[in-house]
């Protein structure tokens, strides 16, 4: 598999778009994906991240809080999208 460019969205090792709002497990944890960084507009509050690392998403579990990762790796693993409720970061 190729490295990630800046250009493109950011995806699972199973090749899927990483999106905010995705259910998923960092090795046995659950956790959500809180933003992606893009070529879309971004969410407030990700300037720096967007400065420092160009590319990237930001996830969360309750064992770990947030990390900050540039690409996705083995311990990464898409469980669902988000049910589109606008928020809706509940496990």
Known sequence: MSPQRNLQSPRYLTDETIEAGDRVRL???PGV???VLDTGP???GTDWF???YEHG??????ETGPIFQQD???DLI???R???VAGDNSL
């Open 72 to 74: 996705a790796d083995e």
């Open 57 to 62: 998403f930001m996830l969360s579990t309750a």
């Open 33 to 35: 994906i809180e933003f």
């Open 78 to 80: 898409f469980v669902a």
């Open 50 to 52: 967007k400065t420092e």
């Open 42 to 44: 971004q969410p407030p």
């Open 27 to 29: 090795g046995a944890w």
């Open 82 to 84: 988000a049910k589109g």
